[in-house]
């Protein structure tokens, strides 16, 4: 059966919910499920914004068809071709063979590589500033490459004041019943899972975000429509300031994130010695288990916290696998601008260190306060050591 949102008088949410993927992109986890989101305008001209995953195609027809209520399907914008949003492209076209499809000279290439669409009749190629008057409404389209792939724009709606933001400003997690982000406790519920989806999806993409949103700041907006997650239409700057501090790549929080692998509870005995020497300070501490914890957690979290401490045994003269798949999605994610700290552990020849912050070394803006190096587990001498360490972060925290 059907399952549509009104977000106004003319526009309708019509996407689904798929709360059963275990991983997306196959990376991801997703324990709080995902949202996949298409609105429908319902102007004198019929828009479809985007489409969704394949594998809620048919209530997402469904809802499409409700929404319709019989009318043609004049326009599909196609925003990003990321097969979570493009999969069901054939679906539409199949039931409304009039539509015209919407999209970069970037997505029509990519559309191709992914699609056999013989059936396309109507494409209309947009770029920079286009405008397409519907009736009421006119869309104008805007170019937001990287966010999160080259092909992607975004679409503002000058009569509703909307922008259908594409990736932009979206979040982990399905929607619950609630489509306005004003209707839960955002920030107590949904922003770790928000700040989860930007780090992990366009974390690196940090200069194209910043870009983005100095478009969005010449445009009068009182609406943002996602393809995932939340739309907003209250307290816009609730999701635009954290996407400001993440895009620049500034903490959200100032404390110490404490993210450690242990063979046999050594290197996690230190790495709590000094998370408890830094709270008995005062400062706020997160610790994660690289073993345990998705990687995207972890990296979520570097983003949030002002300062960084890694912790790894030495495994076969490398650093541990788990640890070093974590500093790679770190790299890889583009983390910058932070205080870092590392203790490494080995019985015969402690190496991680050394090559945890030759790696870390890549990213810009580290700021590298101080090491401990174990030789298997904590004595004496490595206790002054680590609560040196404490003191060393502490007094970091002094001239911020
Ligand atoms: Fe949900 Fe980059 O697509």
Redesign the pocket.
């Known amino acids: 059966m059907h399952c549509i949102k009104h977000i106004t008088d003319d526009l309708l949410w019509v996407g689904a919910n798929d709360r059963r993927l275990a991983l997306?992109?196959g990376v991801y986890s997703l324990p709080e499920g995902?949202s996949?989101n298409s609105f429908l305008l319902l102007d004198k001209e019929t828009v479809l914004f985007d489409t969704v995953?394949k594998a809620v195609q048919e209530r997402f027809m469904e809802n499409l068809e409700h929404a319709l209520a019989g009318r043609p399907l004049d326009y599909l914008v196609l925003q990003?071709l990321?097969?979570?949003?493009s999969a069901s492209i054939a679906a539409v076209l199949a039931r409304y063979p009039g539509v015209t499809l919407i999209l970069s000279k970037k997505a029509a290439d990519f559309l191709a590589q992914f699609y056999n669409l013989s059936s396309i009749t109507q494409i209309m190629i947009v770029k920079e500033s286009d405008t397409l008057c519907t009736g009421k409404h006119t869309l104008r389209f805007i170019m937001a490459p990287m966010v999160?792939?080259p092909e992607?724009m975004v679409t503002y709606d000058t009569e509703s004041r909307t922008l259908f933001s594409?990736?932009a400003f979206?979040s982990f997690g399905a929607l619950n019943g609630a489509i306005f982000a004003d209707e839960v406790n955002f920030n107590r519920d949904y922003l770790d899972e928000a700040r989860r989806y930007y780090t992990n999806?366009?974390g690196k993409y940090g200069a194209q975000v910043q870009s983005l949103l100095q478009k969005a700041s010449e445009l009068e907006i009182d609406m943002i429509c996602p393809?995932?997650g939340f739309v907003w239409r209250k307290d816009l700057h609730e999701i635009l300031d954290p996407h400001m501090l993440w895009s620049s790549y500034k903490p959200e929080e100032q404390g110490v994130m404490i993210a450690f692998a242990s063979m046999y509870g050594n290197t996690e005995n230190a790495a709590e010695i000094l998370a408890c020497r830094l709270r008995d300070k005062g400062i706020k501490t997160a610790m994660f288990d690289v073993s345990l914890k998705p990687a995207s957690d972890i990296v979520s979290a570097a983003f949030k916290w002002s300062h960084l401490v890694l912790a790894s045994p030495t495994h076969s003269g490398d650093i541990f696998s788990t640890m070093d798949a974590l500093i790679h999605d770190l790299v890889a994610h583009n983390i910058q601008n932070r205080t870092i700290a590392i203790i490494e552990n080995g019985s015969w020849a402690p190496t991680s260190g050394k090559l945890m912050r030759e790696k870390l070394e890549q990213c810009k803006e580290m700021r590298f306060v101080g090491s401990v190096s174990l030789k298997s587990s904590v004595k004496p001498d490595k206790l002054a050591e680590l609560n040196a360490l404490a003191d060393t972060l502490a007094d970091t925290f002094k001239n911020m």
């Open positions: 997306f992109e995902v996949y995953d990003h990321e097969p979570d949003h999160h792939w992607v594409a990736d979206g999806i366009v393809i995932h």
